[in-house]
């Protein structure tokens, strides 16, 4: 199979009128049997009827594939059930139609798409197809394999969305005119006749049911409401191109009367208070055309060439649907076929004429407004020569007073710019004493309460001549240490800002080559002294040499370790190594504690932050953001690993230096 079968012009289908919509599969079979079945001839239109249409169709299949798809159309079916043979005589059913939801068809389309899996084994089958519709009842099937479905498809539903962007185009085109030129309203009604143009052939071609998230029955309904609309649009829209206002008065009156029944129908069957009737569509359909094509003759005896194009562009688009409404009708005129079979052709004849007069009239509309504005500006033109005079003497005279008046404004702008720029960094000052007052006082305050009340307990011990106060004198020292180092470190954290600044700006920075295992050493020695933790400390045996200012290395390895022994439980260990790669070399500080979230391990870095809310522990929040500024500026890096429950491990990474 190298394309689609056409089923219904390959002379395989016949098909059988229930007039009372009762029969059952069983009596169709019986009936079949007995001869009740017909052929289908081709492009088959019932009309507008209330039977229900049964289709029979035996297909062949070859024994070497056993998947297909039946694409039923049109789209506008209410009711469509495929009955599949099965292998016990029994017979298994899909029912879809624009009655039932989109969603729940078993391949998305815009047409009916049934897949088949017939049994190789038997590949004759016979199916049965049973229709509804209150909209025109016509039936086309083709069988499809999927992939030739999917190839075949592919460029004509292109080409169908090229046909309606053009459309679009074209109305938001006129619409763009229509704001140009807002005295004519032709092309506004022009843009609205594309525009529901496009909106009937989608709901006409099914396309509207598969895009909208509308309510089956409610989408229904507007697809039916949408002739009565297209009607008044299309009587209206001719109407103005043809001057009818102008030239018949009273066939305009008759239009407009046309037009206002066709809204109020539109808007009684989209909101379902009148019931649709295919009768009265065809019959208002049918008087459209007439009452249209009576108006072109007229103009063309009367030798209104000058609107030739327009009647071309309706004779071209609605010349056809005469044959299609009398057969709808039940008068078989001319050669038999339906919506679905009318030639693409004509529309777009009739499109090219339309959009060809109203450039033409947009031509016109624009050599008006040209004339007049070269009128108009001839008008201008001689008052603005009385006026030049009169103004270059005024021009003069103001010249001096405005010079005098800008140096003014000048130097007024400038002192003031200056005295705002004064004021906000006189109120960016004063904040930042306040912030830094607030720290301090808050921060200084734990670590002098220590030493104060260590040092009262001491005077106290002192005053007790006989009581032996040598094993509470070491522990009392330490805290007097630790408290006392840890204003000293706050200390050096607030100034190192200064310092940090100094070398953005140049200033100074005092470079000289370090090694990093001694400084690490030095800091563990140093906090040793007065802390009973046990700190292990594990080095390299070669020299891990940076190039740095040694003060604000010292200061971040100080903030890394009483970090790890604030943070981490006073039984754990801390780990401080030292290792070296090609190009850098590495300082890591491990602690044991709670660890950090991961959302936080990058906000802990910024100034004034601190992420543990226990308020037993102390600080700045300037430490790490501190720390991290001095290994940037030293071409360097300062990063954490941290496991929630496990710990951290802060790692500082500087450019080794190589003698």
Not at 555 to 564: G, H
Not at 621 to 646: D, F, P, W, Y
Request: proline residues 4%.
């Amino acid at each position: 199979m190298q394309k689609g079968i056409n089923l219904d012009t390959a002379g395989t289908i016949s098909y059988f009128s229930d007039a009372s919509g009762n029969d059952t599969l069983q009596d169709i079979i019986v009936k079949d049997k007995a001869g009740a079945f017909r052929p289908l001839p081709q492009h088959w239109n019932a009309g507008y009827t209330s039977d229900t249409i049964w289709m029979k169709f035996t297909l062949d299949f070859p024994a070497a594939d056993n998947k297909y798809w039946l694409e039923i159309s049109p789209a506008t079916l209410d009711d469509v059930v495929l009955y599949i043979p099965q292998q016990n005589q029994s017979y298994s059913r899909i029912q879809m139609g624009d009655h039932h939801p989109a969603t729940e068809r078993p391949i998305l389309h815009h047409n009916f798409i049934f897949p088949l899996s017939p049994d190789t084994a038997h590949p004759s089958h016979t199916y049965y197809v049973r229709l509804q519709s209150t909209n025109t009842m016509t039936f086309q099937a083709t069988l499809w394999q999927p992939h030739i479905f999917i190839s075949d498809h592919s460029r004509p539903d292109s080409l169908v969305g090229a046909y309606y962007g053009v459309r679009l185009f074209l109305a938001l085109f006129a619409f763009i005119l229509w704001l140009w030129l807002r005295h004519n309203n032709i092309f506004i009604l022009y843009a609205l006749y594309q525009c529901i143009v496009c909106s009937a052939q989608a709901f006409i071609g099914g396309m509207a049911q598969i895009t909208l998230p509308i309510a089956p029955l409610t989408i229904d309904a507007l697809q039916k409401s949408m002739n009565f609309l297209l009607m008044a649009t299309v009587l209206f829209f001719y109407a103005s191109l043809f001057q009818l206002k102008q030239l018949l008065p009273g066939i305009f009156r008759l239009i407009q009367g046309l037009t206002i029944l066709e809204l109020l129908i539109f808007t009684g069957v989209a909101t379902q208070i009148l019931p649709f009737s295919g009768l009265m569509t065809n019959v208002l359909a049918l008087l459209n055309i007439f009452v249209l094509m009576y108006c072109s003759i007229w103009l063309i005896y009367h030798k209104h060439f000058d609107l030739l194009m327009y009647v071309l562009a309706l004779w071209a688009g609605f010349g056809g649907y005469i044959f299609i409404i009398l057969q709808n009708l039940g008068i078989d005129i001319g050669p038999p076929t339906t919506m679905v079979n009318l030639p693409i052709l004509w529309s777009l004849l009739s499109l090219i004429l339309l959009t060809l007069g109203i450039v033409n009239i947009a031509k016109k509309e624009a050599e008006k407004k040209l004339k007049a504005k070269e009128l108009a500006l001839e008008l201008s033109q001689e008052s603005e020569r009385l006026l030049d005079q009169r103004v270059h003497e005024r021009t003069q005279e103001l010249a001096l007073i405005n010079s005098k008046l800008n140096e003014e404004i000048t130097e007024r702008q400038a002192l003031q710019t200056m005295l705002e720029d004064s004021l906000q960094k006189k109120k960016e000052l004063m904040q930042a004493q306040r912030d830094f007052f607030a720290m301090a006082s808050h921060e200084f305050r734990t670590p002098l309460a220590i030493i104060d009340t260590t040092s009262q307990r001491l005077a106290l011990l002192q005053s007790q001549p006989n009581l032996d106060t040598s094993s509470m004198l070491t522990p009392a020292l330490r805290k007097i240490r630790r408290s006392s180092q840890r204003m000293s470190r706050i200390i050096d954290n607030f100034l190192s800002v200064d310092k940090i600044e100094a070398i953005q700006t140049n200033l100074s920075f005092s470079q000289k080559i370090l090694n990093l295992a001694q400084l690490a050493k030095s800091s563990v020695d140093h906090y040793q002294d007065f802390s009973d933790r046990d700190i292990t400390l594990e080095l390299i045996s070669d020299p891990a040499n940076v190039l740095g200012d040694q003060y604000l290395i010292n200061l971040v390895i100080s903030n890394l370790i009483d970090n790890a022994l604030k943070y981490s439980p006073n039984n754990s260990n801390v780990i401080v190594r030292v290792f070296q790669g090609q190009h850098y070399c590495h300082l890591e500080v491990q602690d044991f504690g709670d660890g950090i979230a991961p959302e936080l391990q990058n906000k802990i870095f910024e100034k004034y932050v601190r992420i543990n809310d226990n308020t037993t522990v102390h600080g700045t929040g300037l430490g790490l953001h501190v720390a991290r500024n001095i290994a940037e500026h030293h071409r360097g890096q300062l990063i954490v690993r941290s496991t929630i429950g496990q710990g951290s491990c802060f790692r500082l990474t500087l450019p080794r230096h190589n003698d």
